[in-house]
T-cell receptor, first 116, second 113 residues
Framework: NAGVMQNPRHLVRRRGQEARLRCSPMKGHSHVYWYRQLPEEGLKFMVYLQKENIIDESGMPKERFSAEFPKEGPSILRIQQVVRGDSAAYFCASSPPVASGRAWQYFGPGTRLTVT | QQQVKQSPQSLIVQKGGISIINCAYE??????FPWYQQFPGKGPALLIAIRPDVSEKKEGRFTISFNKSAKQFSLHIMDSQPGDSATYFC????????????FGTGTRLTIIP
């Protein structure tokens, strides 16, 4: 059973460009979470999604950031008009439903975004 | 009140010693407390977790101690090994599963021979 997959692993964008980060959850996992990790800091929650629904976006900046988890395909975190402050590691985690009794979050390897 | 405070920021322990990392929280609604281990360039991996209804949980060399009245919990690594050198994060959530995690700021642990 493959783990959570994220791509690309490294992404370089110039200021003003768009960044698209992809996350494929583990098989059987219908819940996806995005976190951001700034250098030398802990992970900060951004958004929690189920298939086709945003459940909690309380950690998402109001502008330029959006996330989706379509019925088919990976979850996408999109950052429009990137700025230098967006440079960070972005981690995706997935979990199965609580009813499974094993609903802890499994993390992917992250996408390291560098804005030049 | 959503914050989780973690200390120390960095820790150096001799091989075979006990590594202790502490966390404190304010929000009494937190109901699930996992610890994650992260190696450089990798994503965090769940190490061990505890619910407030128990005061201690042990898995191999790793033990969580939980003090509900003090709103504190700690990770103890017994017989620390060089392979334990990593960054450790405590976290908390309102309930187990399908809920966002609030992370501490991390502890960089180095085990020296």
């Amino acid at each position: 059973n493959a783990g959570v997959m994220q791509n690309p692993r490294h992404l370089v964008r110039r200021r003003g460009q768009e960044a698209r980060l992809r996350c494929s959850p583990m098989k059987g996992h219908s819940h996806v979470y995005w976190y951001r990790q700034l250098p030398e800091e802990g992970l900060k929650f951004m958004v929690y999604l189920q298939k086709e629904n945003i459940i909690d976006e309380s950690g998402m900046p109001k502008e330029r950031f959006s996330a989706e988890f379509p019925k088919e395909g990976p979850s996408i975190l999109r950052i429009q008009q990137v700025v230098r402050g967006d440079s960070a590691a972005y981690f995706c985690a997935s979990s199965p439903p609580v009813a499974s009794g094993r609903a802890w979050q499994y993390f992917g390897p992250g996408t390291r975004l560098t804005v030049t | 009140q959503q914050q989780v405070k973690q200390s120390p920021q960095s820790l150096i322990v001799q091989k075979g010693g006990i590594s202790i990392i502490n966390c404190a929280y304010e929000n009494t609604a937190f109901d699930y407390f996992p610890w994650y281990q992260q190696f450089p360039g990798k994503g965090p991996a769940l190490l061990i977790a505890i619910r407030p209804d128990v005061s201690e949980k042990k898995e191999g060399r790793f033990t969580i101690s939980f003090n509900k009245s003090a709103k504190q919990f700690s990770l103890h690594i017994m017989d620390s090994q060089p392979g334990d050198s990593a960054t450790y994060f405590c976290a908390a959530s309102m309930e187990f599963g399908n809920e966002k995690l609030t992370f501490g700021t991390g502890t960089r642990l180095t085990i020296i021979p």
